[in-house]
Each structure stands twice: as C-alpha cells, then as structure tokens.
C-alpha cells in the first residue's frame, strides 16, 4: 500500500487496518496488544525505512510503499516420506524443520544417497 495514503487515515482506521493484514497474511485471528499495535503503527508513520515482523507478518517500509508478507518459517509445509533405509522400512517425516523420525526403534541406518 502506499505509505502516504495510511499516513492521511486517522489512527483508528490505521489500527484496523494493521489487525486486518496481519490476520490475512498470517492467517491468524488473533488480538495483538494496542501497546505493541500502537508501536507498528509509530515506526509506520515515520517515514523511515524499516522491516520488523509482528504476529506471523513482515512488514517492510520504504519512503513511499508498506509492504506485508507472511513471516518466513511461519509456513505449514506439507509432510514428505523419505526412506532412510528401505531394508528395514525405516522413513523419517521432514517438516521443513529438524528431522522427525516416525518409525520405531530399528537398527541404525544409512544416510546419504
């Protein structure tokens, strides 16, 4: 959005506004704080060029554009089966964070190819 074009909203609408990109970008319905809302909304008006994340959403400001995107690593990625060893059946489940095994306790497997 332009940034101009939020400096000229009254604070209220400006408040709302935040609330409502961050439960769209995030995809979350929570109720951030009016102390920490308040805060975003400062850094906002000023002018300056700035990027902060707050409640799942990144916000990033140059001299004339706000930008809103969801917080990298905030993503519910899709589970994927890897084999870690198809001899003892053993797969692992990777979330896009550290590895999760899924299998019950075997002997060690490979890794690697």
């Known amino acids: 959005m332009e940034r ?4 000229e909203q009254p604070e209220e609408l400006r408040l709302r506004l935040l609330v409502y990109l961050m439960a769209r970008v995030s995809g979350k319905n929570s109720r951030p704080r009016l102390a920490r809302l308040q805060a975003l909304d400062g850094v906002l008006m000023s002018g ?6 707050f409640q799942g959403s990144v916000f990033d400001a140059d001299a004339s554009v706000i930008r809103v995107w969801k917080e990298p690593g905030r993503e519910r990625r899709a589970f994927s089966r890897v084999l870690l060893d198809p001899a003892h059946g053993m797969a692992a489940t990777f979330t896009g964070s550290p590895l999760v095994l899924l ?6 497997c490979v890794w690697g190819r």
């Open 4 to 7: 101009e074009a939020y400096r």
């Open 48 to 53: 300056e060029t700035n990027r902060q994340t």
């Open 103 to 108: 299998a019950r306790v075997m002997p060690p």
